[in-house]
């Protein structure tokens, strides 16, 4: 099952590659990645499309919320819709 | 912009008495450390630290204790991996943040398995690495490692300090994180040119970090209401056979006295983990000692037998629940309280759970269940439990002519009276260590449970008694492991420190070689080590260890352990073992508990299934 995340994510030194990292530690693919700016130049937004099952979601947005530099991290509600890779990609800064 | 010279601001008195002078980033750092309750420092020297070393020389200079010593001695050892487990040892044992300060480059790479191993155990400490200048950045410079992508995947936070008035918040933020929460290590790569800036020393702010902030708020202030409480006494009230399968998180959480007032009102007997070992005193009735892949045969019957689990600070973690579907399998009723959301659930669904502080829920649960007259009725559990303890006990080969390693960690235990401070390295030395030593008190066993990181043992030991410098700490470790880190054997004795080395010598890699026979047909590929030539004897009188013996003869074990442990200084005993000796009970990989293989000497309560001895993928 395909999954979209967005993860909100002070803008800190290593911060993109920590959240990278843990994708990859954890064995979960990442089928796609957007970063973007958002108002407040302190935080940057991710955009996640990885696949897997409920619980590999649920363990991974629980780590993810471990993150120091991790604002917030949350599943979109358009899980498993064909739009959600377009929308990840369009999402406006 | 011109910094106003330091008479000209007089600090209020709630401020730090040193806030608005000027300094260096290396002195800003020494003084963080001072400000956080270091009391001593681990590290190795180099180009990319050397201004915070200075400052940490001058530090001393400057602030001589009443009795004369350094406030803040920095131990050197062998090797920075010898820092970084000193580190953890110092913090293992106290419950303090332990600090080790080392170079940039093959100083910081050194460090990588100590904060890979303080992270799966959970030990708050935060590493130092020098770094070279921000200019030079990215240029392949010499003694450069990119130390933040590096820790950033084995630390619990990293901070490169690329901008010198962020360096006194991140120091400050770095111990907040290393020790709030499920602690773990932080790291703080400093580049060169930050040390050598000029800053106005601040004494207090920290960097905002508001989602780790919240998230922890929420955590910490998690409490459980009267309707959990209630559902959780009903649940206890059903059960006829309730155990506590207490972890690690008992000793992080200091929730050893809450733990004890808990079974005390409620008589619900207790088995730990490997890293829970301390946090119930194994001496009580109501102890099982250890469950798990070696644990007590009586403590994984048990735990097959019981109808109600509480986790306590435990994580199911593959060598207690190495096929989770068959741990436990009795249990009508899970309950997990955990001070890490993600750990709830994550290898066995739960039926009960809390996140938040160990000891504050097990208070509130002992208060409720006491206002609320919850009495349990476990008579004819606990004479179960008493029977198990009796027709399965630990038991080897007393007869032997040879010296078991069993006995001979039952007569340290005996002259230690179970108030020695216990380290290990990895392998069966530990396992038999975790068996058969009493351990009646928390932060008093040091290993590294979760990474099993052979060379851990001595480094880790001696931070501990930088930590409890009258304790009585012992470095029980196997030929092997000890071998890893050989070089900290100098550092015991550089220091003066009263600690005890015991090596138990197989002649080889004991714990490998027990699955070589088990399930790859009794072939020793590399780990047998009888040909090796290393006197260890020799070894340590070179370090310059006054009290260095081999023990072969068992006649000789009792009074020779009385006056290895006697000595006022350091000393180092080998004991020659019997090679063959195997670690038992041992639940083999993809067996269940009611699968345990329990040996030749420990009652089984069925016919023991070693299961295929085809090559398998479980480890």
């Given amino acids: 099952m395909k999954h979209t995340l967005s993860i909100l994510l002070q803008n800190e030194s290593g911060a993109l590659v920590r959240v990278a990292g843990l994708f990859a530690a954890r064995h979960c693919n990442i089928d796609a990645l957007t970063v973007a700016a958002t108002h407040d130049p302190e935080v940057s937004q991710i955009t996640v499309v990885m696949h897997g099952d409920a619980n590999t979601l649920e363990q991974i947005l629980r780590q993810l919320r471990k993150l120091v530099d991790v604002l917030d991290a949350n599943s979109l509600s358009l899980v498993g819709s064909r739009d959600e890779v377009r929308l990840a990609v369009a999402l406006p800064a | ?619």
């Fill in chain 2, 1 to 619: 912009m011109p910094l106003p010279a330091a008479q000209d601001l007089r600090p209020t008195p709630d401020q730090h008495p040193l806030a608005g002078h000027v300094m260096t980033g290396a002195d800003v750092v020494v003084q963080v450390l001072a400000d956080e309750g270091c009391d001593v420092l681990f590290g190795y020297s180099g180009g990319a630290i050397l201004p915070v070393y200075d400052a940490v020389f001058r530090y001393n200079a400057e602030h001589p204790r009443s009795n004369g010593r350094e406030p803040m001695p920095l131990v050197v050892p062998a090797n920075e991996q010898g820092a970084g487990f000193m580190a953890s040892g110092y913090a293992r044992a106290s419950g303090k943040v332990g600090v080790a300060i080392v170079t940039s480059g093959p100083g910081a790479t050194n460090l990588v398995t100590p904060i890979r191993d303080a992270m799966a155990d959970s030990v708050p400490m935060v590493a130092i690495t020098g770094q070279v200048p921000t200019s030079s950045l990215g240029s392949d410079a010499f003694q450069e490692a990119p130390v933040s992508n590096i820790m950033g995947a084995c630390a619990k936070h990293v901070f490169l300090v690329t901008e010198p008035d962020r360096l006194e918040a991140t120091l400050r933020t770095a111990f907040e994180i290393a020790r709030s929460g499920r602690p773990g290590p932080v790291v703080v790569d400093i580049p060169k040119n930050v040390q050598n800036a000029q800053l106005r020393f601040d004494g207090a702010g920290r960097l905002p970090i508001p989602g780790y902030r919240q998230r922890l708020h929420a955590i910490e202030h998690a409490r459980l209401d009267d309707d959990a409480c209630a559902r959780f006494f009903a649940a206890l009230a059903q059960a006829r056979r309730p155990l506590i399968y207490a972890g690690g998180g008992v000793i992080r959480g200091d929730a050893a006295r809450a733990l004890r007032a808990f079974v005390d009102a409620f008589g619900v007997p207790v088995t730990t983990t490997l890293m829970g070992l301390g946090g119930f005193d194994t001496t009580h009735p109501l102890s099982l000692h250890m469950l798990g892949m070696h644990g007590t045969a009586y403590a994984n019957y048990a735990v097959d037998d019981c109808d109600c689990l509480l986790a306590l600070g435990a994580r199911f973690d593959d060598r207690v629940a190495g096929v989770p579907e068959k741990f436990a399998p009795r249990a009508k009723f899970i309950a997990q309280i955990d001070i890490d959301p993600a750990e709830i659930g994550k290898v066995k669904q739960v039926h009960w759970q809390h996140v938040g502080p160990l000891a504050a829920a097990l208070e509130r649960l002992t208060r409720y269940g006491k206002v609320h007259g919850a009495a349990l009725q476990l008579d004819d559990w606990h004479a179960h439990i008493t029977q198990l303890k009796l027709a399965h006990a630990m038991a080897y080969d007393r007869g032997s002519e040879s010296i078991q390693p069993q006995a001979a960690i039952e007569a340290l235990n005996r002259h230690a009276r179970g108030r020695a401070i216990v380290s290990t390295g990895v392998g069966q030395h530990q396992m038999w260590a975790a068996q058969y030593f009493d351990f009646r008190a928390p932060r008093d066993w040091l290993t590294s449970g979760s990474m099993g990181t052979m060379g851990f043992g001595l480094p880790a030991a001696i931070g501990a008694q930088f930590a409890r410098p009258d304790a009585l700490v012992i470095d029980l470790d196997g030929d092997g492991s000890i071998r890893m880190n050989l070089g900290e054997m100098e550092t015991v004795t550089t220091y003066g420190l009263p600690l005890k080395i015991v090596v138990l010598n197989n002649r080889g890699d004991g714990m490998v070689r027990q699955w070589q026979k088990l399930y790859f047909g009794h072939r020793f590929a590399a780990t047998d080590k009888s040909l090796h030539r290393k006197d260890f004897i020799k070894a340590a009188e070179a370090d310059g260890f006054d009290w260095a013996r081999r023990l072969a003869r068992k006649e000789d074990l009792e009074a020779t352990v009385a006056e290895f442990l006697a000595q006022d200084g350091p000393a180092f005993l080998e004991i020659m073992i019997d090679p063959d000796a195997g670690v038992y009970p041992m639940v083999g990989p993809g067996a269940s508990y009611g699968q345990m293989i329990t040996g030749e000497f420990i009652a089984s309560r069925a016919s023991p299934v070693v299961t295929d001895k085809k090559t398998t993928d479980m480890f």
